[in-house]
């Protein structure tokens, strides 16, 4: 095989290693390389749509709508060639990056004396209070996060694990149908504790969700502790068979593998983008579960708490919900605390019960294997 198709199967395989979620995998991954450029998409979105604050607040009627359609259009437009340039990874010179950096770094002065220009007033993002200030922290917010979420490939990640879940509807009743009598084991009886209504009655939104937040830490640490004993056997067995195995349907499916090749240790971000890999499908799934689970204890509590005996629990009135009206304010948080922690229950049971790893667990880690695997060809064929 010449250079030149060496060359072109390599960029092939980065462009794989993308798709799969796993940006990380690309040997000499780094901001100015790979990142930048699949930040373009992103960062031109927010440049082009923050031209709406320049739509003139004093106009009224249809000028000021056809003029914001104008800017929506524009921005679409733009962002979809964008994307479909960055999918094909380009490699940036010096200047197009400092470019690039310079015309984005210059949005939140530009913006504003634009808009002054325009309408003779400045409108911020936050409002007055944060004034002028708040376009910093606008355009740096969005900027830190696109840069986070596409170091990591978060965003395919996401889409990944929403697409599996939407396609394997079969799987999704049957992880539904297998978590809730667990679940319902473990919490039915907590579900009807006066005491906790009592509690969750005065509850305030912030305190539960700090809850619901531990619950999901819990769930990731426990799926980082399970992963390096997964990362630490599949880099044992890198047999040949194993990886053409794991090379079908890739750009290396034609490579000849001769010999066992040797495991290369991973670095740091490495770990923390195959940490993401589990940890989306795993929270994703555990959704699908909480879900259930929210609504199977919300139709509970509506049939059989009657308002006089939520009262008596409370000893006080009921505070109503202003979300759903008609529903208290006790019994949507304690659907949610429990829907919270039974999934989190089932995800990390799914991860050491052998019956429950096998079904809802296993696929999920050869995902993971799969690409270590293709990583450790990847490597020798450069």
Known sequence: MSPRQSSNRIRRTERWFVSQGTPTMIEGYGFATHVLPRMLPALGLVTLASLAWLVPLKSAGPQRWVLLAGVFGATVAAWFVLRVFALRLPRFTKGARLVILATYASMPVAVPLLQLLVDDTVTPPGGSVVGLLGFVIFFAVVFVVTLVATTYGTGTLVRRAIRHTFYDLRNSVRLIGRALPVMLFVTLFLFFT??????????????????????????????????????????????PERLSAACQGTPLSDVSIEGMLHATPLSGRQNRN?????????LVQAGVVGLALFAFFLVLGSVMITPEVAEQWIGGPVVQSRLVPGIPVALLSNATLFAAFGSMYFEITSMSDVEHRQEFFAPIIDEVERVLAVRAVYLAER
């Open 274 to 282: 195959l940490l993401l890999v589990l940890a989306t499908r795993q």
């Open 194 to 239: 006066g005491e906790l209504w009592q509690m969750m009655n005065q509850l305030d939104g912030w305190r539960l969700l700090i809850v619901v937040a531990l619950f999901v830490a819990i769930t990731v640490l426990a799926s980082a502790a399970r992963l390096r004993d997964e990362i630490g056997r599949v880099e044992q067995d890198l047999s």
